[in-house]
């Protein structure tokens, strides 16, 4: 099932997927609460009262922070130091994050709060799911956090009524956003500020969402390849199953099956079958390239579906029998999922640059054989001469983010925090990159596309026919020059939502 076909997710009963997690977070799935989720709120609301009330020393509940984390802070301060948590952490700066990101975010505090292990009120987050399902999005600078706290401190602002949000379209100050939705600004109680805004869960939203896309655009490379393979009249005698048994790769052996299938019954291939004794590296690589990346991003999606279904915050609030503990730790760390989105980032490169080449193949003329920039009429019109630009130069992109973030720090809170996981910055870096090599295969995508239509009448698989079909639904043939923008954004968008692997997988059953 994909994504944008699931309108709503119930937390409680079973582990979050992801496919489900992008289904609130971008398709504005509604998030429902069973009846065991709120049962669990509400036993640990009631522990961590307890502590408060017996003035345990607990980090973050009856102290301080930093040089003062052992000062005890009296109960009736309880309150005041949670909003002061939230007002002192809103630091972060820059361009707001993208509404997607924000309400990923706000799933995820939903997710890892309502494991009964944090003391977070159950009014606190019914406010939080009333607002994700009215689809209030608060104003999240984006740039500035090593890890998390200060973007999770902007959207913690406006529960309390402050901060500021967007409702429709309009940015409004936070307490005019929750009258118009009719809610009301709630009171933190003890814990409560802290573990709004700390823990793994904007890491891990991020990483859920590159996680997602980064598939999504593994399988893609494969449908985009398998047409492009075609388009330069390669031979399939390169996806031959025994080569690639002696390889012991599974994935490499998958990508070689899934071209076999996009390229079967395809009079193009059949015909240049023996065109070539052995084709260029772009074309003849792909099943040990697109396999090679492909095993980091399998792996990257069991480490965040196991973060997806964790606890990341401290300290932890353990229910024992009559009684309970609070345990302090560093759960909070987010290199599990800083190293996987560092690995997402350098794989989608790697698919970026074969992509890229085989693009730049069919667009000159001294490698296609077709006509030059695949315009109709070289010389007067320019063809796709300039989208192969962009190509190379998202492709460079790439080349450029795909130096570790997690592999960096600076030490914080006066040296308490003496290394971080700089995990913000990777995930943020995996979601774009995600973004960039969709662009770049809807232009391998309108490429393939246009070489079909100069090759007529020999003819792709039906397969690669219906890919076409469903980019000529967006994009008709170039006949002559026009405004390109228009045409790689609508394909991107159908490599975004899954559409282009419906198209195949409609025909093909699951691809591997």
Same mark, same amino acid.
């Given at each position: 099932?994909?994504?944008?076909?699931?309108?709503?997710?119930?937390?409680?009963?079973?582990?979050?997927?992801?496919?489900?997690?992008?289904?609130?977070?971008?398709?504005?799935?509604?998030?429902?609460?069973?009846?065991?989720?709120?049962?669990?709120?509400?036993?640990?609301?009631?522990?961590?009262?307890?502590?408060?009330?017996?003035? =345990?020393?607990?980090?973050?509940?009856?102290?301080?922070?930093?040089?003062?984390?052992?000062?005890?802070?009296?109960? @009736?301060?309880?309150?005041?130091?949670?909003?002061?948590?939230? !007002?002192?952490?809103?630091?972060?700066?820059?361009?707001?994050?993208?509404?997607?990101?924000? =309400?990923?975010?706000?799933?995820?505090?939903?997710?890892? /709060?309502?494991?009964?292990?944090?003391?977070?009120?159950?009014?606190?987050?019914? /406010?939080?799911?009333?607002?994700?399902?009215?689809?209030?999005?608060?104003?999240?600078?984006?740039?500035?956090?090593?890890?998390? /706290?200060?973007?999770?401190?902007?959207?913690?602002?406006?529960?309390?009524?402050?901060?500021?949000?967007?409702?429709?379209?309009?940015?409004?100050?936070?307490?005019?956003?929750?009258? !118009?939705?009719?809610?009301?600004?709630?009171?933190?109680?003890?814990?409560?500020?802290?573990?709004?805004?700390?823990?793994?869960?904007?890491?891990?939203?991020?990483?859920?969402?590159?996680?997602?896309?980064?598939?999504?655009?593994?399988?893609?490379?494969?449908?985009?390849?398998?047409?492009? /393979?075609?388009?330069?009249?390669?031979?399939?005698?390169?996806?031959?199953?025994?080569?690639?048994?002696?390889?012991?790769?599974?994935?490499?052996?998958?990508?070689?099956?899934?071209?076999?299938?996009?390229?079967?019954?395809?009079?193009?291939?059949?015909?240049?079958?023996?065109?070539?004794?052995?084709?260029?590296?772009?074309?003849?690589?792909?099943?040990?390239?697109?396999?090679?990346?492909?095993?980091?991003?399998?792996?990257?999606?069991?480490?965040? @579906?196991?973060?997806?279904?964790?606890?990341?915050?401290?300290?932890?609030?353990?229910?024992?029998?009559?009684?309970?503990?609070?345990?302090?730790?560093?759960?909070?760390?987010?290199?599990?999922?800083?190293?996987?989105?560092?690995?997402?980032?350098?794989?989608?490169?790697?698919?970026?640059?074969?992509?890229? =080449?085989?693009?730049? =193949?069919?667009?000159?003329?001294?490698?296609?054989?077709?006509?030059?920039?695949?315009?109709?009429?070289?010389?007067?019109?320019?063809?796709?001469?300039?989208?192969?630009?962009?190509?190379?130069?998202?492709?460079?992109?790439?080349?450029?983010?795909?130096?570790?973030?997690?592999?960096?720090?600076?030490?914080?809170?006066?040296?308490?925090?003496?290394? #971080?996981?700089?995990?913000?910055?990777?995930?943020?870096?995996?979601?774009?990159?995600?973004?960039?090599?969709?662009?770049?295969?809807?232009?391998?995508?309108?490429?393939?596309?246009?070489?079909?239509?100069?090759?007529?009448?020999? !003819?792709?698989?039906?397969?690669?026919?219906?890919?076409?079909?469903?980019?000529?639904?967006?994009?008709?043939?170039?006949?002559?020059?026009? #405004?390109?923008?228009?045409?790689?954004?609508?394909?991107?968008?159908? #490599?975004?939502?899954?559409?282009?692997?419906?198209?195949?997988?409609?025909?093909?059953?699951?691809?591997?």
């Amino acid at each position: 099932m994909f994504a944008n076909e699931i309108s709503s997710v119930a937390l409680g009963e079973k582990p979050v997927t992801i496919t489900e997690f992008v289904a609130v977070a971008r398709y504005h799935a509604r998030v429902e609460f069973t009846e065991s989720y709120v049962d669990r709120v509400r036993a640990s609301r009631a522990l961590i009262e307890r502590f408060l009330a017996e003035n =345990r020393l607990i980090y973050g509940v009856t102290t301080g922070f930093g040089d003062n984390f052992t000062e005890v802070i009296a109960p @009736e301060d309880a309150a005041e130091l949670q909003a002061n948590i939230v !007002r002192s952490h809103a630091v972060s700066v820059g361009e707001p994050l993208p509404g997607e990101v924000v =309400r990923a975010i706000w799933l995820m505090e939903l997710i890892g /709060l309502g494991k009964g292990y944090s003391g977070t009120g159950p009014e606190t987050l019914e /406010l939080i799911r009333t607002l994700l399902n009215a689809d209030v999005l608060p104003y999240v600078p984006g740039e500035g956090s090593v890890g998390y /706290l200060g973007p999770e401190a902007h959207m913690a602002l406006l529960l309390i009524g402050e901060g500021r949000a967007w409702l429709d379209g309009e940015l409004l100050d936070g307490a005019e956003v929750l009258r !118009r939705v009719g809610a009301r600004p709630i009171r933190f109680g003890c814990k409560e500020g802290l573990s709004l805004t700390n823990g793994t869960h904007s890491v891990t939203a991020i990483g859920v969402l590159a996680a997602h896309d980064a598939n999504l655009a593994g399988q893609t490379a494969d449908i985009a390849a398998g047409l492009s /393979l075609q388009a330069l009249k390669g031979t399939v005698r390169a996806l031959d199953p025994r080569l690639h048994a002696v390889k012991r790769h599974p994935e490499q052996a998958g990508v070689a099956a899934n071209l076999r299938r996009i390229t079967e019954n395809s009079p193009l291939s059949e015909e240049f079958l023996d065109y070539r004794l052995q084709d260029t590296y772009s074309l003849r690589g792909i099943p040990q390239m697109h396999g090679g990346a492909k095993r980091a991003l399998h792996q990257a999606w069991t480490v965040v @579906e196991e973060e997806l279904d964790s606890v990341g915050d401290n300290p932890i609030i353990v229910p024992e029998d009559g009684d309970g503990i609070a345990l302090m730790g560093a759960n909070f760390d987010s290199t599990y999922v800083g190293i996987q989105s560092d690995a997402m980032t350098n794989a989608l490169t790697v698919l970026a640059k074969i992509a890229e =080449r085989r693009t730049d =193949r069919m667009v000159n003329s001294n490698f296609s054989e077709l006509p030059a920039f695949l315009a109709p009429d070289p010389g007067l019109h320019n063809g796709f001469m300039i989208a192969q630009y962009t190509s190379a130069a998202l492709s460079m992109e790439l080349q450029g983010m795909a130096s570790p973030a997690s592999a960096r720090t600076v030490p914080t809170s006066a040296n308490q925090e003496d290394p #971080v996981s700089n995990a913000y910055s990777a995930a943020l870096s995996a979601y774009r990159a995600a973004g960039k090599l969709g662009y770049i295969l809807a232009i391998e995508l309108l490429c393939a596309a246009q070489a079909f239509d100069l090759l007529a009448p020999r !003819r792709p698989s039906p397969v690669s026919e219906a890919v076409k079909e469903l980019i000529r639904s967006a994009a008709p043939e170039v006949t002559g020059d026009r #405004v390109f923008h228009g045409d790689i954004e609508a394909i991107r968008e159908f #490599v975004r939502h899954g559409e282009v692997l419906r198209t195949v997988e409609a025909r093909t059953g699951p691809l591997e």
